[in-house]
């Protein structure tokens, strides 16, 4: 049975299906030696190749789900190249064969904390929908003290270059001076908004860290720049919680 390319190549664990609809809009995947359009369907049987690059196509049945939590620190990239030759998140996983590691969004160069990787390309756009409206949860440290009005602007909302966005939640974390802490909660993925919410208010983020994404937490005893695989009951209930939100 022929499913939709960006769907089957998501289940080879060669990206999410959003990054891979991006790359047959920029004409770089061929199927069958044409290049691919968006609604193209395909089985397993068919020839495919990213950027001249044959695709070695595995059934989802017969690969396994992995995932990988990752203690992202301060100064890398989540992105598999970079042009400087900067430290990428991605110099530090295991190797996984006949498959890639996913990363389930990104956090930007100063920001550290958890990110979660999977070679499943479906689990990481179920994780990643804007329609999941999965919890991001972050420790975030800024240069003087939220009023109450303030705290109520930001859960209000706060136009952006980008659109209305908010945070969920605000919890006090305590401290003064440079050194405040808040514990605060979106539901959205968009670049930086954390920090663009705050930076709204004139507040100056010296420290970002996130800390929950959806269900899964942080291991409190996990240090920066290391990971820790999720078991097959972890893994399960992981997917369950995403099933029927995207």
């Known amino acids: 049975m022929s499913e939709k390319i960006q769907k089957v190549l998501a289940n080879a664990g060669i990206g999410s299906r959003r990054e891979i609809e991006t790359w047959i809009q920029d004409g770089r995947v061929r199927l069958n030696g044409q290049i691919a359009q968006i609604g193209d369907?395909?089985?397993?049987?068919?020839?495919?190749?990213?950027?001249n690059r044959e695709i070695k196509l595995i059934k989802s049945q017969d690969r396994q789900t992995r995932v990988l939590l990752y203690h992202k620190p301060e100064g890398e990239l989540?992105?598999?190249h970079d042009p400087e030759g900067r430290p990428t998140v991605f110099d530090h996983l295991p190797y996984v064969r006949n498959s890639r590691w996913i990363s389930v969004g990104r956090l930007d160069f100063n920001t550290s904390g958890l990110l979660i990787l999977t070679t499943d390309g479906e689990l990481a756009n179920q994780l990643m929908?804007?329609?999941?409206?999965?919890?991001?949860?972050?420790?975030?440290?800024?240069?003087?003290?939220?009023?109450?009005?303030?705290?109520?602007?930001?859960?209000k909302g706060l136009l952006l270059e980008d659109g209305h966005a908010k945070f969920e939640k605000i919890v006090d974390g305590g401290g003064s001076g440079s050194n405040h802490?808040?514990?605060?909660?979106?539901?959205?993925?968009?670049?930086?908004?954390?920090?663009?919410?705050?930076?709204?208010?004139?507040?100056t983020v010296s420290r970002?860290?996130?800390?929950?994404?959806?269900?899964?937490?942080l291991p409190q005893h996990l240090?920066?720049?290391?990971?820790?695989?999720?078991?097959?009951?972890?893994?399960?209930?992981?997917?369950?919680?995403?099933?029927?939100?995207?």
């Open 41 to 51: 369907r395909m089985t397993y049987h068919d020839n495919v190749s990213v950027d």
């Open 78 to 80: 989540c992105t598999r």
């Open 129 to 155: 929908h804007p329609r999941a409206q999965l919890e991001r949860e972050y420790a975030v440290r800024i240069r003087g003290e939220l009023s109450l009005s303030m705290q109520a602007q930001l859960k």
């Open 181 to 203: 802490w808040y514990q605060v909660t979106v539901t959205e993925g968009r670049n930086r908004l954390v920090r663009r919410l705050l930076e709204k208010l004139d507040f």
């Open 208 to 217: 970002l860290i996130r800390i929950r994404y959806g269900i899964v937490y």
């Open 223 to 246: 240090r920066r720049g290391k990971h820790v695989e999720l078991d097959e009951d972890e893994i399960h209930t992981l997917m369950e919680s995403v099933a029927d939100r995207a």
